[in-house]
């Protein structure tokens, strides 16, 4: 985002740790009121990607309509929901075969740098709003 000019406003982060997740309902009231203006949320994982939209339709809020929810992994769970989510794949296999390739890399020239990115296509659903 930084990189395509956009403002980040921090305010409209929330991190979400293995406790809060497991009690997201608990402090859902501190998470609407941190994305109050937010069109738009990006979860680390589908789990929490498919907790957050059963609390967005309690709460009345209607995804995509009022906000649009994407999230990682692309497991079963994206496709449960009311509303199916758009989620990006994890490259798990490629991810393992990548990380033991680099260290043994690393192993034989200490310096070397072993950032990859991975590309990812979205697995498009229903749960982002086209403008149009």
């Known amino acids: 985002m930084k990189q ?33 203006d937010c069109t738009a949320l990006v979860c680390y994982n589908d789990e ?37 989510i758009t989620s990006f794949p994890h490259p798990m296999e490629e991810l393992g075969k990548k990380a033991a390739e680099n260290m043994i890399r690393m192993i034989e020239n200490p310096y070397f740098d072993g950032n990859y990115l991975f590309d990812s296509v979205a697995v498009e659903r229903n749960s982002v709003r086209i403008r149009g």
């Not at 406790?19 to 609407?32: R, T």
């Not at 609390?55 to 929901?81: F, H, Q, T, W, Y």
């Open 48 to 84: 929490v990607a498919y907790m957050l939209s059963g609390i967005c339709m309690k709460r009345g809020i209607k995804i995509p309509k009022d906000l649009s929810l994407v999230s990682i992994d692309n497991s079963e769970l994206a496709s449960l929901g009311e509303v199916p």
């Open 4 to 36: 395509a000019g956009f403002h980040i406003d921090r305010r409209g982060i929330v991190w979400i740790d293995t406790e809060s997740q497991n009690d997201l309902e608990a402090w859902s009231d501190y998470l609407f009121d941190r994305i109050k």
